[in-house]
């Protein structure tokens, strides 16, 4: 396994793990209609277009995994949250892997990459969010160090409402 930045050639494959990830982890999660739409040539473009206009300390980060190429992506930077110091606060706003490379080792050595980079660009503090209902991904969250700070939003972004918790770990 290997962890390297994001080119913009990679955009296609970030938008494919992006498109089955959510599938898989959040099948009764949310909306199936939602989940079955998912494009990921559109969720490529997307990225592409994320790709071609990211400026540092923001960064994607993709795993590849031999012959296989690009099998997960995890992006980073200055946390975007009202009650954040975004000089002395990271975020990992995505961390996502093909559900075929879940439970393999992928996730914990893509989150290591993901919060040694944001520590190397000077947060001393990192947060994610994810929704409140997804017991896997908490678990995974826990077991590599994260803890929840007590914060709670509701995303209705989508069209519908999700309930998100936000975890929190130093970064010293």
Same mark, same amino acid.
């Given at each position: ?5 994001? +080119? ?6 970030? !938008? ?38 990211? +400026? ?49 080792? !992928? ?51 989508? !069209? ?13």
């Amino acid at each position: 396994m290997q962890v390297r930045p994001a +080119q913009v050639s990679d955009a296609e494959a970030v !938008g494919l793990v992006n498109a089955q990830a959510w599938r898989g982890a959040y099948a009764g999660l949310m909306p199936q209609d939602y989940l079955d739409a998912l494009d990921p040539a559109e969720r490529g473009r997307a990225w592409r277009r994320r790709l071609e206009s990211i +400026q540092p300390p923001t960064s994607v980060l993709v795993l590849e995994r031999g012959t296989e190429g690009v099998v997960g992506f995890a992006s980073l930077g200055p946390a975007r949250d009202p009650d954040a110091d975004p000089s002395a606060t990271g975020e990992v706003m995505a961390i996502y892997l093909l559900p075929e490379h879940w439970r393999g080792g !992928g996730g914990r050595v893509l989150m290591a990459e993901a919060v040694r980079r944001l520590s190397d660009a000077g947060f001393r503090e990192a947060t994610l969010w994810v929704l409140e209902t997804n017991d896997r991904a908490r678990r995974f969250y826990e077991a590599v160090g994260w803890s929840l700070d007590g914060q709670r939003r509701v995303d209705e972004s989508y !069209g519908f409402a999700l309930a998100e918790v936000r975890y929190r770990r130093s970064l010293d």
